[in-house]
């Protein structure tokens, strides 16, 4: 895990080097050349690998990721434990329910 963070890490720090040298060569070069081109399109690319390198880890399990707000799934932690909630199946919608007896 602590490798894939590493690499994800790398290819988003060489995505910052290739952005600065990009608005280098497009100060510098005034223009005339493709060498600002060159390194937007390498950007692109390190940014497309590391995109797909955290949907491969997220699908194979190697990193957890964080569950939807849509999957209705709550905190089961509460500021106060005397509070009791009775099971009601999910009904999607999310947020609180007031419960009237």
Do not use: C, H, W
Not at 75 to 81: E, H, L, R, V
């Amino acid at each position: 895990m602590l490798l894939v963070k590493l690499i994800v890490l790398l290819l988003l720090g060489f995505v910052i080097i290739s952005l600065f040298s990009g608005l280098y060569f497009l100060v510098k070069d005034k223009g005339q050349s493709n060498r600002t081109v060159n390194a937007l399109s390498v950007r692109i690319g390190l940014s497309i690998v590391a995109i797909v390198v955290v949907m491969i880890a997220g699908a194979t399990g190697i990193i957890e990721l964080n569950p939807s707000p849509l999957s209705g799934q709550t905190n089961t932690s509460s500021a106060d434990p005397d509070t009791k909630t009775p099971s009601e199946p999910n009904s999607g919608g999310g947020g609180r329910r007031l419960i009237t007896e």
